[in-house]
């Protein structure tokens, strides 16, 4: 019989939350090499990582593990039809990695926790600055004189 301290809680280590995910996958060749998203929740406890979601393919669910250790996670992703193998590196800016489709389809990916509103809308305010300061036209050379009265 379980107690309540059976019960295991979320990790807590910053770089595997629990929550929603996004991401994308690519083909490693062919007409599909863009950016293929995907958007999921995943649930990381006791070293098991678990989730479902959704894609371009379909709906699939995730079963996996994770080492906190090694910064490793491995996962794979059901779908109704076919199974993909996830095998990746973790870092600050999410899993990272390539998958597989036995025995011939492999691919790349990048997985990473998805923002909250406010950080959403900090980061697209950051790229219009980007975007603004790009359009900056240049400021021409000190010491030149490029007024029309200077011939």
Not at 32 to 39: F, G, K, N, Q, V
Not at 136 to 146: T, V
């Amino acid at each position: 019989m379980k107690t309540p301290n059976d019960e295991s809680s979320s990790e807590t280590h910053a770089l595997f939350p629990s929550g929603e995910w996004e991401g994308f996958y690519l083909y490693s060749f062919g007409p599909h090499c863009s950016r293929h998203m995907m958007y999921f929740s995943l649930d990381f406890k006791n070293n098991e990582v678990h989730g479902t979601g959704g894609d371009d393919i379909g709906t699939f669910q995730w079963a996996g593990n994770y080492d906190t250790g090694r910064m490793e996670c491995h996962m794979v992703k059901y779908y109704a039809t076919h199974r993909v193998i996830y095998d990746g590196k973790v870092d600050e800016n999410g899993i990272w990695g390539t998958w597989i489709i036995p025995p011939f389809a492999k691919g790349g990916f990048h997985l990473w926790p998805k923002k909250s509103g406010e950080e959403q809308k900090e980061a697209a305010i950051e790229v219009q600055q980007i975007e603004l300061v790009k359009n900056i036209p240049d400021i021409p050379n000190q010491g030149e004189d490029f007024s029309q009265n200077s011939r």
